[in-house]
């Protein structure tokens, strides 16, 4: 180096040196004769420790650098670029990845030395083996993965894995550089798909999708899509997709979803059709008769409504089992739909009682001749091995528009026409007029208002005397039943005691009735009165539906009352519903010592059998016969017949309504026992009857 000013050449050069990021050794003689302030901090060394150093100090051995040498001698005395990355040592013996060039200063000399440029390319070997390692696992991963996983890149298929090309049937490599819309359906399907997700993977949405697409085979299979496009893909557009076959999880939901409607539906149908006939239930045809209105009323056209309802079902029902009942209401189903139209239906609302929705008739008389088919399909017997039973049903019919614009209205009133004709006799069909629609409302008036009237101690017991007509003692009194309304005054039992029935309030009514008797019989016992036998009239109702027997028990434990001084008055229809229920049930109320009457017998079906198997204590002759005794030969010889049959079965008779001295002395002629009317007393409330008590305790039965 020159000791004068440095030139403008060597500043710059020096200026180089000290800047440069590479370092910058010149080696002469295999001395370190200078170097930048780079290649010295590449190495570890002080800069100007550095200068003066053996080169072989920058690497790990001699031979390390022999080696070197070698390799290079023959580049460098060519004059040629000597290059190599190569591990160095630095100065504490750590080692430094050097990417090195080298240059002799003049070829023809080695002895100019050599310029030596390095590099730490430490830091890039790094990254890239790195690199490497992520790219292996990458690939373990994509060839490992037991779900498909796929590239694209703007729709063509870059990479995908094993996994990929085996669910949709490839062979390796077959699907790369292909558009992915070869594993769709068709194109349209991709075109679809592509509008399912295209804007929402753009904005960076991760995907879930569920879809199907389609294998090598044409077959297609169900597959579960997770996409999304990759952040750092510049320009290009790829995207990555983790796709796995979900075929079998889609057959399960789809058997499921299958099971699932098939229940719904067959929830559908019960909710809509009644279980044993099949036939459409009441919520199915006010359903369809709202239809049918709206049609009809467009087309001027009339509807019918029939209520039909099986004479005696319930006494079938309870003789031949419920069984043989069930299958009688299958066979007068398809009976009764091989009278009807399609447009026609035909409903069961449960029981024996189906209703009939008859549509599209051009005019009323229509609505007949649909009944005479109805009347001729159900006369011949039905046959339910070994029985053959012949049926009679009562029809009651309500038609649109004359009747009713609705659902309610017409059926209330097809039921009101319907009740009609089973008071009118079997086999009868009747049609709605405005009449009963007047009985129908007094008939709602008198339910709501009998809640009332037990609730609120309307009710009261009226006794009318009996007397014995050979001692003309006093022997007994019938309770009977008075309503004292509060505007109505006192109503009859006549009005009251069928709407009692028919809505079961007779049951806690009926109740009040034996438990009053039994107090009050008490109360006279205990006032020092002759023991009476009184007697209570029982409804078939209470005896079908009511706790009866318990009823009875605790009223005569409650009261005292001796029970052989309490008769039940039964009609002789009840006694007809000759099951074993009801011949174990008298029997058990029997044993608790009460008494048992026939009212009003001579009107029903009289059977001497079951007057014994009841146990019947005494008869009550029916007022009607009693009434005309002395001008009616028929009746008089009825009331005969009866005196004398029952004095043959040891049982008492007593007359009732007997209002003149005239019929009392003929029945006390005819060997009455006992009797009972307007001509001894009235029925009196409990009061007057306890004065009747004290005034009369021996009447002479013709005195009157
Ligand atoms: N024309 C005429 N009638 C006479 C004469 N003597 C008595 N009567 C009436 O004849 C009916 C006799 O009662 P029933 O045949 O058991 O007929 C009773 C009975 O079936 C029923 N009934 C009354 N009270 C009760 C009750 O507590 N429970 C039940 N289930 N039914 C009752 O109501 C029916 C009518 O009772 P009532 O109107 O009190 O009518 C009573 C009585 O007042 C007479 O000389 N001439």
Known sequence: ??????????????????????????????????????????????????????ASVLYFSESDYADMGQQASHLLGAGQLFEQERLMRKRDGSAVHCHLRAKPINPANSADGTIWILEDIGERKRSESQLRRLLLQQQAILE???????????????????????????????????????FFSSPDDYQHFGLAIGSRLAAGERIDIEWRNRRRDGSLVWFRHLARALPQAGEEKITIWISDDISQRKAVEHELANAHAELERRAHFLAYHDALTGLPNRLLLQDRLQLALAHAEREHQHLALLCLDLDNFKHINDTLGHATGDVLLQQVTQRLLGCLRDTDTLSRQGGDEFIVLLTHLGDQHATLAVLGKITACMQAPFVLDPHELVLSFSIGVALFP???????????????????????????????????GQQAGEHLRLRSGLRRALEQGELQLHYQPQFDLRSGA???????????????????????????????????????????????????????????????????VQFKRGDLEDTLRRALQHSGLPAHQLELELTESLLLHNTHAMLDLVR?????GVKLAIDDFGTGYSSLSYLKRFEVDKLKIDQTFVRDLLTDPDDAAIVRAIIQMAASLGLRTVAEGVETAAVAERIAALGCDEAQGYHYARPMPAAAFTDFLQRTAKIRPNSS
């Open 144 to 182: 490992n993965a037991s779900v498909g996983i796929l590239f694209t890149c703007d729709g063509l298929i870059q990479h995908c894995n094993p996994r990929f090309e085996d669910l949709l049937g490839y062979a390796p490599g077959e699907l790369l550089g292909n558009s992915a819309e070869v």
């Open 1 to 54: 180096m020159n000791a004068s000013a440095p030139s403008q050449l060597e500043l710059e050069y020096q200026a180089i040196l000290q800047n440069a990021w590479v370092g910058i050794l010149l080696t002469r003689r295999r001395v370190v004769e200078h170097c930048n302030p780079r290649a010295a901090e590449l190495f570890g060394w002080p800069q100007g420790e550095l200068i003066g150093q053996p």
């Open 402 to 436: 004359n009747d009713g614009r609705d659902f309610d209205t017409l059926l209330r009133k097809a039921d009101m026409a319907m009740y009609r004709a089973k008071e009118s006799g079997r086999n009868s069909h009747h049609f709605f007029n405005e009449d009963m």
């Open 588 to 592: 058990r109320l029997k044993r608790m």
């Open 474 to 540: 006093l022997v007994g009194a019938e309770a009977l039943l008075r309503w004292q309304h509060p505007e109505q005054g006192l109503i009859a039992p006549a009005r009251f005691i069928p709407v009692a029935e028919e809505s079961g309030l007779i049951v806690p009514i009926g109740a009040w009735v034996i438990e009053e008797v039994c107090r009050q019989g008490r109360t006279w016992l205990d006032a020092g009165h002759p023991p009476l036998l009184l007697a209570v009239n029982l409804s078939a």
